[in-house]
């Protein structure tokens, strides 16, 4: 019996953030983007980031440059993958041969990638996006809750939340840009079939959006909708206090309860996603973030204030 895909969606949700805490510590310091975790100024320049990457996109898809688009995407699913695997495969080098200069690890995790872009290339099924979707979101959760620590990351979350709202439902240029993306079988979102045989291919007629009393070919869910609220999660993890507590330490109980809190956005969420109409997550996911980060610290810790932001 196949699980409900809105379960599903709540699964891929949960083992993103919390694949994204136990790999954290595996990266080095330095591998992060942003020196200084404690700057609030670094969400801006993710921001900024954002905004030019998306521009780009949508300039992209409007002059009809699918090939350079797609290609831009395979080389960024390639270094990503490379950046994930490269530290793993490098503890369990140095766990077998400590006196190891890291080059094992760093062809296996070549390799590993190269198999992995070749899949996607030739296949782009929905599993192979779901896969390689997964591994990017893991990775780039760990790697930006490592860099930032919750003050940031809480400017982050608010910033990425409005700008959802604005460019799903005012410009609505986020949901051309879903609409131009996934049929390239980009591992941008993840796809949930509705149905056993369903095929990437259903999607050329039909398109992301269904009206209402239509059968769904599929759910989606934003890849970034996993990512951006995790990130909360992790630097939680990284940057509160380790002390003891039930079972786990307070830090990662806090970001149990951050996991948690966005789950029950999701939940919420799906009142308006089942109408079939596009769906801003993150006010949703993030406000549930924000919320179970807050009501977790203040449990654990047993105080409300400025330390909660990390001040």
């Known amino acids: 019996m196949r699980p409900h895909p809105v379960l599903t969606m709540a699964i891929f949700y949960a083992v993103v953030q919390v694949g994204a805490i136990l ?19 670094n969400p801006l ?3 900024v ?3 030019l990457m998306t521009g780009l996109l949508l300039v992209l898809i409007k002059i009809g440059r699918q090939k350079v688009l797609r290609t831009l995407f395979y080389v960024a699913v390639f270094v990503t993958l490379l950046y994930v695997f490269t530290p793993l495969l ?5 766990s077998i041969a400590p006196d190891s200069f890291g080059w094992a690890s760093l062809i296996f995790a070549i390799a590993i990638s190269a198999v992995l872009l070749f899949a996607l290339v030739k296949s782009g099924e929905w599993y192979v996006i779901n896969m390689i979707g997964l591994i990017l979101a893991v990775g780039i959760t760990a790697i930006l809750g490592m860099s930032l620590s919750i003050l940031p990351v809480m400017i982050l979350l ?16 986020m949901v051309a840009l879903a609409e131009g993306v996934v049929p390239m079988r980009l591992p941008v979102m993840f796809v949930i ?11 050329k007629d039909k398109g992301l959006t269904q009206r209402e009393g239509q059968g769904r070919e599929a ?12 990130i909360l999660a992790v630097s939680a993890s990284i940057y509160l206090p380790d002390t003891a507590s ?6 990662l109980w806090v970001a149990v309860g951050t996991i948690i809190g966005g789950l029950l956005g999701y939940l919420l969420l799906l009142r308006y996603v089942m109408r079939g109409k596009p769906q801003a997550g993150l006010p949703f996911l993030n406000g549930g973030a924000i919320l179970g980060y807050l009501i977790a610290y203040v449990i654990v810790y047993q105080s409300i204030g400025l330390s909660a932001i990390g001040l």
Do not use: C, W
Request: glycine fraction near 6%.
């Open 219 to 230: 759910f989606f869910m934003g890849v970034g909708d996993t990512v951006i609220p995790g």
């Open 90 to 94: 490098l503890e369990v080098e140095l």
């Open 158 to 173: 608010i910033i990425m939340a409005v700008y959802d709202a604005i460019a799903v439902y005012k410009t609505k240029h």
């Open 49 to 51: 980031m954002i905004l």
């Open 23 to 41: 790999l954290a510590p595996i990266f080095l310091p330095q591998m992060g983007p942003f020196p200084d975790p404690n700057d609030p100024v």
């Open 246 to 251: 039930f079972l786990l330490t307070a830090n």
């Open 45 to 47: 320049i993710y921001i």
């Open 193 to 203: 079939p509705n149905r056993r045989d369903f095929s990437m291919d259903d999607l």
